[in-house]
């Protein structure tokens, strides 16, 4: 009884640890099976993926995911801010009109203006990094209708000379009335 007691509680742990290694929500490095995200186009190796829901009422919280690989063969070092300005979106509504920013967005975006990343974590080459956000915090996303986002990040290169200037796939969320 012990044998298949131990063998039952061996099993679970190792479910629990596979189902584990492949959700991060908190952003830290993960090596994983990439087929499951759409890509924008890799840059030496490295790319960004977004993903976010499709449909949400008017007031929902948008939470995007943007998921960065480094497909390198060395070490990326990725520039942190706070987890709410860790990438720039492009938001456009509507007739090709940008979403405006939101109060809290704007003060974001001017504290950046003042200097670079507060630190950087090492990507290896293989590793990914997945950060979450609700982008409704940051763009006026109240009205109705098709919004089209995308991620951007710029991260040194391996020597540290130049940027990479990732761009990611480009998702689509649907805001319905909240009625």
């Known amino acids: 009884m012990d044998d298949h007691r131990n063998r039952l509680h061996l099993v679970l742990c190792c479910s629990f640890f596979l189902l584990c290694s492949f959700s991060d929500q908190d952003g830290h490095v993960r090596k994983g ?15 960004l993926s977004l993903s976010a829901p499709g449909k949400l009422a008017a007031g929902e919280a948008v939470v995007v995911t943007v998921t960065f690989r ?4 060395g070490v990326v070092r990725f520039p942190l801010y706070s987890k709410w300005l860790e990438y720039e979106y492009r938001v456009i509504f509507c007739e090709g009109r940008e979403a405006k920013l939101t109060l809290f967005g704007e003060q974001g975006k001017r504290s950046l203006q003042g200097g670079g990343a507060s630190a ?6 293989g590793g990914q990094r997945v950060s979450k956000v609700e982008l409704n915090r940051l ?8 919004y089209t986002i995308q991620a951007y990040k710029s991260v040194p290169d391996k020597a540290g000379t130049a940027a990479l ?14 009625k």
């Not at 763009?139 to 098709?146: N, V």
């Not at 200037?165 to 909240?178: F, G, P, R, W, Y």
């Open 139 to 146: 763009y006026d996303m109240s009205l109705a209708g098709e």
């Open 70 to 73: 480094n497909g390198s063969q």
């Open 33 to 47: 099976d990439a087929s499951v995200h759409q890509w924008g186009e890799p840059v030496k190796g490295c790319a």
């Open 120 to 125: 950087l974590e090492e990507i290896p080459a």
């Open 165 to 178: 200037k990732l761009t990611s796939n480009v998702v689509k969320v649907e805001i319905t009335d909240s």
